[in-house]
């Protein structure tokens, strides 16, 4: 017979749950970060021998970890035999298209370190990689670009999120009569080859730093010839440089970065070079006016505020920046897409 459980009981899950959130978070990035699900793959399916004489683990602790991932949905086991699950494959493997491992990575490595000073960013309303780290606050893209490494780490979080919502966002408004699409801070070009696939007879131009243009390219090179052939690349600070000329800016992941000011320097640069009659599409989470939700862009504004000068903001808070930067505020329109940013559109 089940014992019904307590009203009290009940509500208490939900604070039990938040509390080791953190548990189920951990599980995931060690299993990813020690080659776990890869390992398997290599022999598509395994035990606990082969994968402890693999990896290099003990045995006790890989077995641990191998069934919490089987609790939690990561694997399959039989016996003693483990195998990936279809989520696993589709996600979790780094050569999968749909890959996220890349943000894994850099949740595992840089985020997690942060929010563990989120005390201190609440209290001070400043960024914390010098108390995670020992680096300066001041730098924010300058941590994340320091070195290769890290900067293939981060534009491979940012690939591997922006190719799953990338299809939304560009369907989302009707676009076909734009003719060239700029992506300011393009990274991986992900959602500009969205575009371009949606809207074959649209050309792209993807904007990035310098030091960042040359990893750009490597992702252009793997999509077909036919979507490539239609993206030039474009070095540029938007803060310091003059952006080339279109009739459709993007912002995608780029304004929740910035403090307002810089918010509207960036899109009094892009109002600068956007043809009569144009646009600027900007992807970002978009918090309820009452700013009590929902908690997924809320808690990504704190994830903003660990690591950077931003947050992210409500539609009128937008329409704000719009209007002091040149745009029509008042045509602006904005919807929720269900995926990990929302999308608003707005006209010179």
């Excluded at 924010?140 to 591997?160: C, G, I, P, T, W």
């Excluded at 995608?252 to 600027?280: E, M, P, T, Y």
């Excluded at 602006?332 to 897409?337: C, D, F, H």
Aim: glycine letters at 6%; hydrophobic letters at 40%; proline letters at 3%.
């Amino acid at each position: 017979m089940e014992i019904r459980q307590s009203s009290k009981v009940e509500r208490s899950k939900q604070i039990t749950d938040a509390i080791l959130g953190f548990q189920k978070s951990k599980v995931l990035f060690t299993a990813v970060k020690l080659g776990l699900f890869e390992a398997i793959l290599s022999h598509q399916s395994s035990t606990l021998p082969i994968l402890s004489k693999e990896l290099g683990l003990s045995i006790e602790g890989l077995e641990m970890l191998a069934n919490t991932c089987v609790s939690l949905g990561y694997l399959n086991k039989e016996g003693e035999v483990y195998t990936l699950t279809a989520l696993t494959n589709e996600f979790l493997l780094e050569e999968s298209e749909s890959s996220l491992t890349g943000y894994i990575h850099h949740c595992n490595e840089v985020l997690f370190k942060l929010w563990e000073h989120l005390e201190d960013s609440v209290t001070t309303g400043k960024n914390v990689w010098n108390e995670a780290f020992g680096i300066p606050k001041s730098s924010v893209f300058q941590n994340l670009y320091k070195d290769e490494k890290s900067q293939k780490r981060f534009m491979s979080a940012m690939h591997s999120m922006a190719q799953l919502a990338s299809p939304t966002l560009v369907s989302a408004f009707e676009l076909e009569h734009f003719s060239t699409i700029v992506d300011v801070g393009g990274a991986s070009g992900a959602l500009l080859v969205a575009a371009l696939e949606k809207y074959p007879k649209m050309n792209g131009v993807l904007v990035d730093l310098p030091s960042v243009i040359p990893t750009s390219s490597k992702y252009i090179e793997k999509v077909p010839k036919e979507i490539s052939n239609r993206i030039k690349l474009f070095e540029a600070d938007f803060f310091a440089d003059e952006l080339p000329s279109g009739d459709l800016f993007v912002l995608s992941r780029i304004l929740h970065d910035w403090n307002d000011s810089d918010c509207i320097k960036i899109l009094k640069n892009v109002h600068s070079k956007l043809q009569s009659n144009g646009a600027v599409l900007i992807a970002e989470k978009i918090v309820d006016e009452d700013k009590s939700g929902p908690s997924h862009a809320l808690l990504q504004s704190l994830n903003m505020l660990v690591q950077t000068e931003g947050k992210e903001r409500t539609f009128f808070e937008f329409k704000t920046l719009l209007s002091a930067a040149g745009f029509v505020a008042e045509r602006a329109q904005w919807k929720r897409t269900g995926q990990s940013v929302d999308v608003l559109i707005a006209y010179k």
